[in-house]
């Protein structure tokens, strides 16, 4: 399996996951269809598969043009089934949805929106984490209480230290100045905002971080307590 990654609308990434084998794919989060079908086209790989890690237009709006193409089947929460254009395939908390070659742990996580799920690929230790956890920062709380979002991300905290962080924007710089101003002192915060700066002044994404840099990097994965949680939450989101 491989990890492409798409740059869609403004700041969004979608992923699309490679079999080789089968010259098939996922795709995760497909903001618009275009950049997808262009990355694709001449590829020979058939798009079988749209996972949505939530409902916002940012992260579904190449459903309905992708599954026109390729018939691709579309997952989702099955809470959120009224919600995810097109959904075909309705999954629950902690199921194993496996097809093809693709196997993925649901992880319900809510918080920036009620249905948020985290697909973890857990063989190949890479999770997709849409809008709750970005890399250096976590989502905005829209229809969640700041317990749950907590309770979230200490869902994300316990997998093994070496996954792959994939998600949903490229927020990286800006939720590093945040942590920088909060965390001044920390010496693995410096290093990773060097090797950032580097990334994006060539052009690349900083996206995958991993859960080992995040859990030493990331204030809002620091913090101890739902208080302290809420208190930085509440400073980012007017910094
Ligand atoms: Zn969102
Ligand atoms: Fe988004």
Redesign the pocket.
Known sequence: MRVEIISCLKDNYSYLIVDDNNNSACVIDPSESKPIIDFLENKNIKLNYILNT?H?Y??IGGNKDLKKKYKSVVVGFKEDSDRIPEIDILIDNNQIWKAENFEAKIIHVPG?TSGHICFHFFKEKLIFTG?TLFSLGC?RIFEGSYEQMFQSLNKIKVLPKETKIYCGHEYTFNNAKFCKKYDSENKNLQKKIEKIEKQLENGIPTIPSTLKEELECNIFLKAKDIESFTKLRDLKDNF
């Open positions: 939530h916002h940012d992260h920036h809008d989502g």
